[in-house]
């Protein structure tokens, strides 16, 4: 009887079982209610809003960013074609440049050779005679017969004009004052005797080398207007009846005889007044004029040193009378 209640028991608590199992099931498999599936889409559309306009924003950025660099590298290839623009330019610049070196590099040349040319025939003319030169010349031009002068030596410079026409002697006479009138003018401050070539000797005022444009050659062998025979007049072979005391302006002083000439030649073209060179004890001076007056003697001083010789300077000398300027 046990047995039979037991198993009665245990049929009915599987039964039970089975039956708790079928609800569960049949409760799961019931659909879901119509609400709850519009809330679960709505918040999924919310989700996916966000979602989108977060992408949105990205992309935006993205874009400006890409605008960014399109204006940024626009602006680079505008940069660039002008540089280019530029260093074409330069180099066309710097080409015409190097054109223009050239042909300067080319005409100094040319002008150097031209001046060769010119010394060498000026060497020639120096060793023609007058007459040799006559039917020559009648057939140079003016600014020709100029540049054979200015190169020839100054001893024998007066051979050329002396083989000229008088009237055309005279042009090229003028046009040689006129250029060393502009020399004078642009340099009238130059100092141009070296120092080694003057050795000063005056006990109390000594004064050094006189500056003049028209003394220029003593330093640089420039050639002089015209050459002389140099006046030597020594105190000591003054005629004791035809000297006094009196002044002269010292021009120059040294132990070099050809510097002293130079001096005197320069001073001849230069000064309307008798100059002389004066030698004692080896000591060669140029003097200028013959004054009674001291205050006369500096008068003209300051004209010879507006003349080129700024160191000139006022000294008692034997004048001679017959010349004096009073």
Request: charged residues 30%; positive net charge.
């Given at each position: 009887m046990k047995k039979i209640i037991i198993w009665t028991g245990s049929t009915i608590g599987f039964f039970i079982v089975i039956i708790g199992v079928m609800f569960g099931i049949m409760a799961y498999l019931e659909p879901v209610d119509e609400d709850m599936q519009m809330k679960v889409a709505k918040r999924n559309l919310s989700v996916s809003n966000q979602l989108i306009q977060k992408k949105v924003v990205i992309i935006d950025s993205l874009s400006s960013e890409n605008n960014h660099?399109?204006?940024?590298?626009?602006?680079?290839?505008?940069?660039?074609?002008?540089l280019q623009i530029?260093?074409?330019?330069?180099?066309?610049?710097i080409s015409e440049y190097n054109k223009i070196t050239e042909k300067l590099n080319g005409d100094l040349l040319?002008?150097?050779?031209?001046?060769?040319?010119?010394?060498?025939?000026?060497?020639?003319?120096?060793?023609?005679k007058t007459g040799e030169m006559k039917p020559i010349l009648e057939n140079v031009d003016n600014e020709t017969v100029l540049a054979i002068y200015n190169n020839m030596n100054s001893r024998?410079?007066?051979n050329i004009?002396?083989?000229?026409?008088?009237?055309?002697?005279?042009?090229i006479t003028q046009l040689i004052a006129k250029g060393e009138k502009k020399k004078t003018s642009l340099t009238p401050?130059?100092?141009?005797?070296?120092?080694?070539?003057?050795?000063?000797?005056?006990?109390?005022?000594?004064?050094?080398?006189?500056?003049?444009?028209a003394s220029a050659s003593w330093n640089n062998g420039r050639n002089k207007i015209k050459s002389e025979q140099v006046k030597s007049t020594p105190d000591s072979r003054l005629a004791q009846d035809?000297?006094?005391n009196g002044y002269r302006v010292q021009l120059f002083t040294g132990r070099k005889e050809k510097y002293a000439k130079e001096c005197k030649s320069?001073?001849?073209?230069?000064?309307?007044?008798?100059?002389?060179?004066?030698?004692?004890?080896?000591?060669?001076?140029?003097?200028?004029?013959?004054?009674t007056e001291k205050s006369a003697a500096g008068n003209h001083c300051k004209l010879i040193q507006e003349k080129g010789f700024k160191d000139a300077w006022v000294v008692k000398a034997q004048i001679e009378i017959q010349l004096a300027h009073h």
């Open positions: 660099l399109i204006n940024k590298l626009q602006l680079n290839n505008l940069v660039k074609d002008s530029q260093l074409e330019f330069k180099d066309n610049l040319a002008l150097n050779k031209q001046k060769i040319r010119i010394k060498e025939l000026a060497k020639t003319y120096e060793t023609m024998t410079r007066k004009l002396m083989a000229l026409p008088k009237k055309r002697a005279s042009a401050e130059k100092v141009s005797t070296p120092a080694r070539n003057v050795h000063n000797t005056k006990p109390a005022q000594v004064k050094s080398k006189p500056d003049s444009s035809n000297q006094r320069d001073a001849d073209q230069l000064l309307d007044l008798p100059i002389y060179i004066v030698h004692k004890t080896n000591i060669y001076k140029v003097q200028a004029g013959d004054f």
